[in-house]
């Protein structure tokens, strides 16, 4: 019977995280924490949430960034921070229509994301008002609601909504009174002016879910579960200090 492999050991005055004092575990987990997570830690909660939005009707606007390569690229607008305050959340710009089909839109996310019944109940809700306004209803598919974000801080209740009545979208000029005056009256008289608040409410729902997301990934990210992972393969002196 061959005896088992044995483990390289290290040099003297070398330790692996397993193998340091409670101590320098402690130690050797704050240096970790307080590199952070690496930037791009949550860039695929924000494309799943894109994705996500696409397809229940959001188009959402963009902004172009940089990349370490040089070139550029269009970014979806969707912010967040999570400095653990009183301004914290996440929110989003960009358009949304309701789908021409809300039952088939509803009926992609449920197969996109099943288990996910949070998500599942603000998309219900979202097709509800899309029901309510899309090509079925007596908007006859004519609405949209813009959102955008205001102010300083970037969460829910950083965004405003507007509504557009997309087959009198070119023909309104803001600057002219009496256009107002007239879109005022039709919008008023159609019932236009619902549009806005009936969504607002599921779209803020909607943030507070990414909101929700982002939080759980980076708490587990800077979690001591994640942080002995990662160490796992380190190489440290006896007070935790990470030797290259």
Known sequence: MNAPALATPL?????????????????????????????????????????????????FKTRPSRLYSGSIVQ?????????????????????????SDPFAALSSIIEYAPRDTRLL?????????????GPNSDENGHVSVT????GAY?????CQFDSHETSLATAYDDWNELQQMVWDRLAEKRGFFKA???????????????YDRLSDE????????????ELADKVFDFEGNELT
């Not at 979806?76 to 959340?89: E, I, R």
């Not at 959102?147 to 205001?150: E, L, V």
């Not at 409410?201 to 990414?210: A, F, G, Q, S, Y």
Request: aromatic share 14%.
């Open 154 to 158: 970037y969460h829910e209740r950083s």
């Open 75 to 99: 970014e979806p607008n969707v912010f967040f921070t999570l400095a653990y305050c009183q301004g914290d959340g996440a929110c989003f710009e960009g358009d949304w229509t309701p789908p």
């Open 121 to 133: 109940e603000i998309v219900f809700s979202i097709m509800k008002v899309a029901e309510e306004l």
């Open 218 to 229: 980076y708490q587990y990210l800077t979690s001591d579960e994640a942080g002995r992972e």
């Open 11 to 59: 040099p003297c005055g070398e330790f692996t995280f397993d193998q340091l004092p409670d101590s320098a575990k402690e130690h050797a987990l704050d240096n970790w924490r307080r590199d952070g997570p690496h930037d791009e830690w949550y860039d695929y909660t924000i494309e799943d949430f894109v994705r996500i939005g696409e397809m229940i009707g959001i188009s």
């Open 196 to 210: 806005e608040d009936t969504i607002k409410e599921p779209m803020i729902k909607l943030m507070k879910w990414l």
């Open 147 to 150: 959102i955008s974000h205001r």
